[in-house]
């Protein structure tokens, strides 16, 4: 009690008001400056996870859903890569998380938008969320934890955690999507009432990760359930997963609450 009226009110005031720790945060790497059509030879290597990848026009791109954050790409090639800054890193498309975007994921992603608001229509202001780990090395559910201590409080947004898929309106996965865990997420998704949303949460859930293409994973969850929100990170911060969850459901501040983190991570301007 003494501790309570010594540090009085902790709890963030975000997305009402701004909070620094939230700007600050550091998230995905990303392009400062672009690279030419036939680096990718002198890229290779780089990568543990194999994110920095030609495109089909042979432009190198940076696939922010297989980023693990380990810093060798900024480390090595410092005039070409760096940080993002802050949590609104979700985005509504998987295509979205490659860097530089094409105009055709532009437009593709104002459709997926549109769809995701018109479904979510219907959810207000109580959410209840059921977490599903499909092979995650407990980083993220560390994140996810920390939503309920005093600090984060989901609860003052209405989003409370649930423990049966019958109740759940959002579906939060974590892990690479492992073979052991398709067919228990797939049973929970198909046990939820409509509408209903899901979100990746982390670079294991995104594409795998160090993991990808394995024995033992299907390279996120992509593979077994629709997802309608891609968080990547390793791991993504609490702030980015609150983001995640308020992008989801249409209640980020300042418009329709869609698209704000689309262009979290591009080119440097």
Same mark, same amino acid.
């Given at each position: 009690?003494?501790?309570?009226?010594?540090?009085?009110?902790?709890?963030?005031?975000?997305?009402?008001?701004?909070?620094?720790?939230?700007?600050?945060?550091?998230?995905?790497?990303?392009?400062?400056?672009?690279?030419?059509?036939?680096?990718?030879?002198?890229?290779?290597?780089?990568?543990?996870?194999?994110?920095?990848?030609?495109?089909?026009?042979?432009?190198?791109?940076?696939?922010?859903?297989?980023?693990?954050?380990?810093?060798?790409?900024?480390?090595?090639?410092?005039?070409?890569?760096?940080?993002?800054?802050?949590?609104?890193?979700?985005?509504?498309?998987?295509?979205?998380?490659?860097?530089?975007?094409?105009?055709?994921?532009?437009?593709?992603?104002?459709?997926?938008? *549109?769809? +995701?608001? $018109?479904?979510?229509?219907?959810?207000?202001? =109580?959410?209840?969320?059921?977490?599903?780990? !499909? /092979?995650?090395?407990?980083?993220?559910?560390?994140?996810?934890?920390?939503?309920?201590?005093?600090?984060?409080?989901?609860?003052?947004?209405?989003?409370?955690?649930?423990?049966?898929?019958?109740?759940?309106?959002?579906?939060?996965?974590?892990?690479?999507?492992?073979?052991?865990?398709?067919?228990?997420?797939?049973?929970?998704?198909?046990?939820?009432?409509?509408?209903?949303?899901?979100?990746?949460?982390?670079?294991?859930?995104?594409?795998?990760?160090?993991?990808?293409?394995?024995?033992?994973?299907?390279?996120?969850?992509?593979?077994?359930?629709?997802?309608?929100?891609?968080?990547?990170?390793?791991?993504?911060?609490?702030?980015?997963?609150?983001? *995640?969850? +308020?992008? $989801?459901?249409?209640?980020?501040?300042?418009? =329709?609450?869609?698209?704000?983190?689309?262009? !979290? /991570?591009?080119?440097?301007?």
């Amino acid at each position: 009690m003494l501790r309570g009226l010594r540090d009085g009110v902790v709890t963030t005031r975000w997305p009402g008001r701004p909070d620094g720790y939230s700007d600050a945060w550091r998230g995905p790497a990303v392009l400062t400056a672009p690279l030419p059509a036939g680096a990718a030879g002198d890229l290779a290597g780089i990568c543990p996870t194999g994110a920095i990848r030609p495109g089909p026009d042979g432009v190198v791109r940076l696939d922010r859903g297989r980023c693990i954050l380990c810093g060798r790409c900024a480390e090595r090639r410092p005039a070409e890569f760096g940080w993002s800054r802050g949590s609104a890193a979700a985005v509504v498309s998987r295509e979205a998380l490659v860097v530089p975007v094409t105009a055709e994921t532009e437009r593709s992603v104002g459709q997926v938008r *549109a769809a +995701l608001r $018109a479904r979510t229509a219907a959810l207000r202001r =109580s959410v209840h969320v059921r977490h599903v780990d !499909a /092979g995650s090395d407990g980083s993220e559910e560390q994140e996810i934890a920390a939503l309920l201590n005093p600090v984060y409080d989901v609860h003052r947004l209405g989003i409370f955690f649930t423990a049966s898929p019958r109740h759940a309106d959002v579906l939060l996965v974590t892990g690479a999507g492992a073979h052991g865990m398709a067919e228990p997420l797939r049973r929970t998704w198909e046990g939820m009432p409509d509408p209903k949303v899901v979100i990746a949460v982390g670079t294991d859930a995104c594409g795998g990760g160090l993991l990808a293409d394995s024995y033992a994973t299907s390279g996120g969850i992509g593979s077994v359930i629709d997802v309608d929100v891609w968080l990547p990170g390793s791991p993504p911060p609490p702030f980015a997963i609150l983001h *995640a969850l +308020l992008l $989801a459901i249409g209640r980020l501040p300042g418009g =329709s609450g869609y698209g704000s983190g689309e262009r !979290a /991570g591009g080119m440097a301007q």
